[in-house]
Structures are given as structure tokens and as C-alpha cells.
């Protein structure tokens, strides 16, 4: 079975609500890599394909499509210390196209839609930062990234620095307000200049600690690379520069600072408000944006038929690396403004513009190694490691092969050249050997038949599986540190000291023999008596292989919770300088002290205990329950505890969750060591509960004001949260859904309504603001009259 172009299989409503909560969870966190962290969890083809996929999934069950959807949405970033800026207009994303084929039927449907010739404009998708100017009558008022669409982060004190943006429009007769789009990027040649003066700073921090008495290198070089990373890409670099805060930095990261922000450069291309343009097209508006002096891109072309499109796509997918920027495709626009109004957009992108994307590019490296990791599920996954090469901007070592199959099926051996699809920004995909290149010293690889972390035997979990695992989920150290990693996740309950080093340390150091966290279970009664003496070994960033000193043999080691200090002997301290010479005694004796991050640490897992209990559900490791089907379990029952208590059915039949999800739940609590980790959680004052929360039904059985009654929310609702929405009309009785159908009493939307909006226009269903939802909850529907 197919939905559209995407191979969709037969799926039973649980099964697509199942994998739809998985895809969300999935490609939020990428999201909020990408947009907050200006990192690439994955690589572009990746998530394309969760997106498609989730796309397929809700056209064959719309009930599944919430107004939170990332299909619905525009990627944003989780909030930052920079201020809030309301967009004058929403930024709206772009759709994709992955094909010749697609581009021209997107071509044809378009021009149909419009019922009259259309003229094209297609120009180059410069891979950087959109931001959002605004100029009121000529002046520069507000700079701000895209954030969620409506709402980004107020830049404009960098914006102003750098090269193109003008604080005052040239000309004159400027409208009394203008919103302008564009892309920041950093051009390649300058990325690489950057990315030198990264490199002589790091020598210049070690040189500098080298003139200190007690200099190690080793210390003194993870500082920094610390202080001083190498950029992963263009696209990174330049977000993470247009969001810095100068005012916080001083000394060499000042200097980095400033050169980070004059590496940026802008190309406009478009408008967002504009009340009443003078000009008729898209093209001419890139003219009069010139005339003001704004920077618009030399890359463009007008084409009156399909062939001219087609053609500007086959110029630049031949001569993509004569730009001076990353690109990633071409857009192509509908280059009359009138029917932009006519075709309109849909919640997250407009009708009138489609995102060409070029296929993969392709290097070749060789294939040192192929090693198995195990994931915090248990999942034992070869991975191949190569010698470095770069990739799209970055620097690639790894790449998953999945499972043993794929191994087989790609044909690869240890030792051959092999060629590698550049997919995005990170680790691309490995295609198969240049076998013409083979010289007999390639070697197969064989699978391992025992876990590498705890020695049990890998088997599959279910009948037909492909994927291997470790089934010892208590006790593997892998899963464990996998696990302790993900609770400290964004999605979770996001402490920012518990990443995947802090993660290691706990559950494998090298001392001591016993390490603190047998298990999650003792998370939260983490001590800095056992934090303090913790060390781990440091493995090679290209192999994973232990570290070794070369002037002692011995394993490199560091200590993350540690300040190390060096005093005189017990009983020395207060001896005078004569008589501490006159014995010989210097200062020789350690001293042992918490270092920041282990405070921190202990800091954060405190708040940690009393965060959302939807986050504490996700953090829990439960199968299935990620950020989605957590927030809707939090919504209805209010505490673990009800949770627990709830039968299959009861679960079952909460808006967003459903049989799988119900069975996991069930299959979760059956075990008698992840009740251990609830209980110890609870006893280390945890809190498993929403306070105020009335619990399952209570509400209703009290019989509240919208008792009977059932009631959507949909978009920003002043005074209300998204959850705080839903639980005000739990407690007052009626039912929270998340998808507007015939039997919908009310919708409350406000600002950022999508298509629920849409479809209770269509169906007739009452329309209120927020100011009415207030008084629906809290009186009744009496109060808002007819």
C-alpha cells in the first residue's frame, strides 16, 4: 500500500499512533538540536524521511494529526536568554522535493491551482540562518531569528555588525513598516579562516598554561578545545555567532566573539509585512530591496516555462561548489505577489514556493573498522569506522550500518575503500566498497555472539527480528549509561550536566571498581562523598580505543568531579617556611575537592525532582512513551500513582495513547527492579504527581461546568499553557481532545490556529477566543451567551 509517494505498510490504528509518537519524539529532537544546540543529531536525508514518513502516516489516520505535529509546525528552538520577538507576519517554513519528477508535477499542480500562466523565479537555498528585519519608516527596529514562526530571538544588537545589514534603509519614501527575510550565512572561504583562527587560539591557551608552574598539557588541551572547538559547518557556526552574547565574554573569547560575527554575511530574499508593495513580483521586489541597499543574491533567474526551471536546477547541481556558500537545493518561487494571496499556504509552508533538494554528494575514505555498540534499549549496532574525511562541512569518523544484514547486504569488508553519501551535516551513510581497489587484506566482519559491555548473549527479542540484543536491560553497562544519558536528555528531564561523559562516569568508571549507578535507581540519591572520587579513562575521539600516555604506558585518565589541590603534609600547615625547608617538606599531599560540575550536577538532579511529570514518564525509559503520549498520560490521570492503578482499557483510551502504548505501560510495571527505581525516585523526594491536578474523571464525577462536554484547544491561548489548557477542562469536567470531528462542542483558538481551526469552521463547531475559554471553564457554557 502507498500514500502518495511514500511505501506506507498496513498499520492498525495503535500501531500508526505508535510509531507516530515515535517519529514526533524523534524529530523534535533534532529539532532542538538543530535550532537551539546548533547541532546535527541527524543528517538531513534522515529526517527528511521522518518527516515523509509522519506525513503518510497522518494523511491515512488524520485523527492523529495534532496541532502540535511537527508536520504542522515550524522548527524552533526551545527558549534561550535572548528576548522574545513577535514576528510581524509568520516566517513559514518551505516543503520539499527530493526528484525531477515531483518538481515538475509540483509545477504543474501550481500553475493549475492559479488558472493562468505562471512565471517562476528560482534561486539558490543558501544552508545558514533566516532571520527576520524589520524597518519602520527606513530604520532598523527589531533583527530576529525564525524561531517557532512567530516568535524568535531578538538579535539585533550582532544583526548590526554585521556586513549588509544597514541600520538605516537607503532611498526615501520607505513604507512605516516592512518586514524583510533573509538568510545569515558565513561563506566557505571565511569558514575556513575562522575556523584557523580556532586553531591558533587553542595553541595559544596551551602556550599560555605552559609558562604556569604545574602545566599539564593533557589538562590543558581539553580546556582548549573546550573554549575553542573546531565548527562543524558553515550553518552552525553561523547561528551559534548571530545569538552569542558579546556583553558576557572577555579575552580571547571575545576576540573568537568578533570574529565570528564579521565572518557573516546576508542575502535577502523576500518579504514577510508589507502592507501595500509598489511592485508587482518577487523579482521586482529584489530590486527595490537592492535600491535600499540590502544585499539580495547574485544567483537568481526568472523563467517563464518549467524548462527554464529545470535547467537552473541541472546548472547549480553541476556547479554547486563554484558558489561561495553551502547550499543544500534551489527554491523555487511563483514569481507574481498576487498569487501568492491566491494560493495561500498551508499551516507551516507556503503554496507558491517548493525546496528542491540536490541528491547526496559522495566521498570516498577508507573502512579501518567495523565495531558494535549497544545502545541504552539493549540494540547491538555495527558501526564502521573510517578515516577521518570531511563530509559537508564536517569532519566524519563514523557511520552506522544497523544491523549484520546491512553489512552483508552493502558488501563492505574491514580494510576497503569505501564510498560514503554526504547526507547532511554529520555522519553520512555508508553505500559500499570500491571493490577494483581491494589487495586481499580486507576481512569480513563476523558479528559478535556476546554482548561487548557485559558478555551476555546477543539474541533477537521477538520472532523475525533482525536486530540483535542484549536482553540483560538490568545490569549491561551500555544500556545503563544509555539510559542515565536519556534522562538527562532535553526531552526529559533536561539537566544539562548529565550528558553522555557525566553518564560514563557514573556507570563505568575506571575507579571506583564499584560504580555509583548500578542502575537509574540511584540517581537521585547521588552524593558528592561519591562523586568526588570518580575517574574515568579517556578514549581516542577517532577509534574509541583507550587512550594511552606514551611516556608512562599508562591509560589516560581524568576526573570530572574533581579540583585537586596541593597543601603541605597533615600537621605542616602552619609550620614557618624555615622549618618546612629545614625538614625538607614541600607541598606534596592532595587534597581532594568537589570540582563545579559535580556541584552543578547535584544542583540540577535537585530541581530535577520536582520538573513536569510528563518529563519524569519520559525519563523513565518506559517503550513507547515518549514526550507525546507522556504529556497526554500527565494531562489525564495527574500522577503516577493513578497511572499505576489504571487498567488496560482506562489507558488505553486516553486521547494519544492507545493499546501498544497501554501494554508497554503494563509490560513496564511487571518488572520488578523499574519498580525499584519509583520507589527509591519517590523516596529521594521525587515528585510523580501534577499539583492541583484533580485526577482520572474526578472532575467529571464531581459534575463539573463542561461536564459532557467536549472541548479542543488549539493555538496560543493568553493565560494558558498548551497543558495548562487541557487540565483546566479536565477539571472542569469535559473532555481535553486533540482533534476537532462532528462531536466537538467547542473550539478554543487562538493565534497560531491551524488546520483544527480550519476544520471546525468547515464542520460548524463553535469557535472561541481565549478570553470565552476562560469563562467556558470556569462557568460554564451559559456564560457565553449564544
Known amino acids: 500500500m502507498t500514500d502518495g509517494d511514500f511505501e506506507l505498510p498496513d498499520l492498525t490504528l495503535d500501531e500508526a499512533r505508535a510509531e507516530a ?45 495534532g496541532q502540535d505535529s511537527p508536520t504542522q509546525t515550524v522548527g524552533a528552538a526551545d527558549a534561550t536568554m535572548l528576548a522574545p520577538v513577535q514576528h510581524a507576519e509568520r516566517m513559514l517554513s518551505l516543503d520539499n522535493v527530493f526528484s525531477l519528477e515531483e518538481l515538475a508535477e509540483w509545477c504543474a499542480k501550481t500553475q493549475a491551482s492559479a488558472g493562468r500562466a505562471v512565471r517562476w523565479l528560482t534561486e539558490l537555498k543558501i544552508d545558514g540562518l533566516a532571520i527576520a528585519l524589520r524597518y519602520e519608516h527606513g530604520v532598523l527596529t527589531s533583527a530576529a531569528t525564525r524561531g517557532d514562526g512567530r516568535v524568535g530571538e531578538d538579535v539585533r544588537v550582532n544583526a548590526l555588525q554585521v556586513a549588509g545589514i544597514p541600520e538605516r534603509l537607503s532611498g526615501t519614501g520607505h513604507p512605516p513598516l516592512v518586514e524583510v527575510r533573509g538568510e545569515v550565512f558565513i561563506p566557505v572561504a571565511a569558514f575556513e579562516e575562522l575556523n584557523a583562527l580556532q586553531a591558533r587560539l587553542r595553541e595559544r591557551v596551551v602556550s599560555e598554561a605552559a609558562a604556569r608552574p604545574g602545566f599539564d598539557e593533557e589538562k590543558a588541551r581539553r580546556s582548549a578545545d573546550r573554549r575553542f572547538p573546531a565548527f562543524a559547518n558553515p550553518r552552525n557556526a553561523a547561528s551559534g555567532g548571530l545569538r552569542q552574547q558579546l556583553d558576557k565574554k572577555d579575552g580571547l573569547e571575545l576576540e573568537a566573539g568578533i ?11 523576500g518579504i514577510g509585512a508589507w502592507p501595500d508593495p509598489p511592485v508587482a513580483s518577487q523579482s521586482e521586489v529584489y530590486g527595490l530591496l537592492a535600491e535600499w541597499g540590502l544585499p539580495t543574491s547574485p544567483y537568481l533567474r526568472t523563467s517563464d516555462d518549467v524548462d527554464g526551471v529545470l535547467d537552473f536546477v541541472a546548472h547549480y547541481g553541476e556547479h554547486r561548489h563554484s558558489v561561495e556558500h553551502e547550499l543544500d537545493g534551489i527554491v523555487i518561487k511563483v514569481d507574481e505577489l498576487a498569487l501568492h494571496d491566491e494560493l495561500g499556504a498551508t499551516s507551516r509552508a507556503p503554496r507558491w514556493a517548493i525546496a528542491y533538494k540536490y541528491p547526496p554528494e559522495q566521498v570516498n575514505t577508507e573502512l579501518l573498522d567495523i565495531v558494535v555498540s549497544v545502545g541504552r534499549t539493549g540494540r547491538a549496532t ?124 557514573l556507570t563505568q568508571p575506571s575507579v571506583p571498581a564499584e560504580p555509583p549507578l548500578r542502575t537509574e535507581a540511584g540517581l537521585f540519591e547521588l552524593t558528592m562523598e561519591q562523586l568526588v572520587p570518580i575517574e574515568v579513562i579517556v578514549r581516542d575521539a577517532e577509534t574509541g580505543e583507550k587512550r594511552v600516555d606514551e611516556a608512562t604506558g599508562e591509560f589516560v585518565r581524568r576526573a570530572p568531579f574533581q579540583r585537586r589541590e596541593l597543601t603541605y603534609p597533615p600537621g605542616w600547615e602552619d609550620a614557618t617556611p624555615s622549618e618546612r625547608r629545614a625538614a625538607g617538606v614541600r607541598k606534596d599531599h592532595v587534597v581532594l ?20 511529570l510528563w518529563r519524569l514518564l519520559v525519563a523513565l525509559n518506559i517503550r513507547h512513551v515518549g514526550p507525546v503520549a507522556a504529556r497526554a498520560l ?30 508497554s505501560l503494563l509490560d513496564w510495571f511487571d518488572v520488578d527492579w523499574h519498580r525499584e527505581i519509583v520507589d527509591r525516585w519517590t523516596a529521594a523526594g521525587v515528585r510523580f504527581h501534577t499539583p492541583g491536578h484533580p485526577g482520572p474523571g474526578a472532575a467529571e464525577a464531581e459534575g463539573g461546568v463542561l461536564s459532557g462536554l467536549t472541548v479542543v484547544a488549539t493555538g496560543s491561548l493568553e493565560g494558558y499553557t498548551r497543558e495548562g489548557a487541557q487540565e483546566a477542562i479536565m477539571r472542569a469536567g469535559g473532555k481535553a481532545a486533540s482533534s476537532v470531528s462532528k462531536k466537538t462542542d467547542f473550539v478554543a483558538a487562538g493565534p497560531g490556529a491551524g488546520s483544527k481551526l480550519a476544520k ?26 449564544e
Open 760 to 785: 471546525a469552521e468547515a464542520l460548524g463547531v463553535r469557535i472561541i477566543d481565549a478570553a470565552q475559554f476562560h469563562l467556558l471553564v470556569t462557568e460554564g457554557p451559559a456564560a457565553l451567551g
Open 259 to 269: 570574529a565570528r560575527i564579521e565572518s557573516l554575511r546576508l542575502y535577502v530574499h
Open 593 to 612: 575537592h568537589p570540582s563545579a560540575q559535580a556541584e552543578k550536577l547535584l544542583e540540577e538532579l535537585e530541581k530535577a525532582k520536582t520538573k513536569e
Open 382 to 505: 555495527p558501526y564502521a569506522v573510517m578515516k577521518p574525511v570531511l563530509v559537508a562541512g564536517s569532519v566524519v569518523r563514523q557511520a552506522t550500518l544497523h544491523n549484520q544484514d546491512v553489512v552483508k547486504a552493502k558488501g563492505v569488508l574491514i580494510g576497503d575503500t569505501v564510498v560514503l553519501r554526504k547526507a547532511g551535516d554529520v555522519i553520512p551513510e555508508v553505500l559500499g566498497p570500491v571493490a577494483e581497489l581491494r589487495d586481499g587484506s580486507e576481512r569480513a566482519f563476523v558479528m559478535p555472539e556476546t554482548c561487548p559491555e557485559c558478555g551476555t548473549p546477543l539474541r533477537p527479542m521477538k520472532e523475525g527480528d533482525i536486530d540483535l540484543r542484549c536482553p540483560n536491560a538490568k545490569d549491561c553497562p551500555a544500556q545503563v549509561r544509555g539510559r542515565v544519558e536519556h534522562i538527562g536528555s532535553r526531552g526529559a528531564l533536561d539537566i544539562e550536566a548529565l550528558g553522555e561523559v557525566t553518564a560514563a562516569a
Open 21 to 65: 509518537a515515535t517519529l514526533t519524539e524523534q524529530i523534535l529532537r533534532a529539532r532542538d538540536a538543530y535550532y537551539g544546540e546548533d547541532a546535527a543529531l541527524v543528517d538531513d536525508a534522515t529526517y527528511d524521511g521522518w518527516l515523509q514518513r509522519l506525513e503518510a502516516i497522518e494523511r491515512r489516520h488524520p485523527e492523529l494529526q
Open 634 to 663: 500527565a494531562g489525564w490521570f495527574g500522577s503516577l500513582d493513578a497511572i499505576r492503578a489504571a487498567s488496560r482499557d482506562e489507558l488505553a483510551a486516553v486521547d494519544g495513547v492507545g493499546g501498544i502504548i497501554a501494554d
